[in-house]
């Protein structure tokens, strides 16, 4: 498989993938694994697209959605083996995305990795589009399994990892949780489970940015220090700066080592900011799922484009 990226403009998009459909898991040589610098401008690139894809239908997550993108490029675009020319390839890596009200930065994902059309872009949340607003893998190519109810995600994880240990297919589970669905024992039950299953190759990765709808998460329900808990259920656990590329790299390269060398699933702490990139979003509950009016937008818009721009 080849696979190239342009990310030089944030206003010209074109289908950028060329993909053959070798069916071996031979294929990451041929994936998508671009460079630090190649993945933050992606991440920028993709960030002013999330700002577009919210507005225009004037509803969608902001916050949720800029806290995480630096996870997703650095998820998809160096990590795991995938094939949008086959998008049931069974070799391939497994993603959910649990915190399914970040769909608008998973879209932007999956349209630069060539499973959604760009042209789809503006149709976010409107009557009869496949963008709804939280992630249905009815319509959704890439999209293995719908999210939203929070608190599930992990369950689903779990099971998808022991359904491909009977398939004997050893297989990357990346399970992308926010910190808030993590108050609800679901999750819990998931993280006993998957200790008690040894489903090693499971990695769940917390966007924990501190915040959900209803406020600070330490105010609505205190979830504290995160990594000792995972750690209390037996699970390796890595404690990372969540926008910190060479960070985020590391942590997954790392949970692939546990996987091999020890029976253990791994959870990755990610400290992120909530609506990362706009600094007037940024650490404010209440961009948690609210769109911006014109003059924000294009107040936002601005700030993220000289980010683009200001990056080689």
Not at 161 to 175: F, K, P, Q, S, T
Request: a negative charge.
């Amino acid at each position: 498989m080849s696979a190239t990226l342009n990310p030089t403009s944030p206003n010209e998009r074109t289908d950028s993938m060329t993909v053959s459909t070798n069916q071996a898991r031979v294929l990451p040589a041929g994936l998508p694994r671009l460079t630090i610098p190649q993945l933050q401008k992606l991440a920028a690139k993709l960030r002013i697209d999330i700002l577009d894809m919210i507005y225009e239908p004037q509803s969608g997550h902001p916050g949720s959605s800029l806290s995480c993108i630096d996870l997703l490029v650095n998820i998809w675009f160096h990590h795991m083996v995938w094939d949008p020319a086959n998008a049931d390839w069974k070799e391939r890596d497994r993603f959910i995305m649990s915190k399914g009200h970040g769909a608008p930065a998973y879209y932007a994902t999956l349209m630069e990795a060539g499973y959604i059309p760009w042209a789809e872009k503006n149709t976010l949340r409107k009557i009869h589009s496949n963008l709804q607003g939280h992630p249905a893998s009815k319509y959704i190519r890439g999209c293995d399994i719908s999210t939203g109810s929070l608190g599930q995600g992990l369950s689903c994880g779990v099971g998808m990892a022991l359904g491909l240990r009977l398939d004997h297919i050893d297989n990357r589970v990346i399970v992308l949780m926010g910190d808030g669905e993590c108050q609800e024992g679901n999750v819990w039950e998931a993280v006993l489970s998957a200790a008690h299953h040894k489903v090693s190759r499971v990695t769940a990765i917390v966007d924990r940015n501190h915040l959900q709808i209803d406020g600070d998460t330490e105010k609505v329900k205190a979830l504290g220090q995160m990594a000792p808990k995972f750690a209390a259920f037996d699970w390796n656990v890595i404690e990372i700066d969540g926008h910190d590329f060479a960070q985020i790299q590391d942590a997954l390269a790392q949970a692939d080592r546990f996987a091999e060398e020890t029976d253990r699933p791994t959870a990755i702490i990610a400290n992120t900011t909530k609506g990362k990139g706009v600094s007037f979003m940024e650490n404010q509950a209440g961009w948690h799922g609210k769109a911006p009016n014109k003059e924000q937008y294009e107040a936002a818009r601005a700030e993220l484009t000289a980010a683009y721009d200001a990056l080689p």
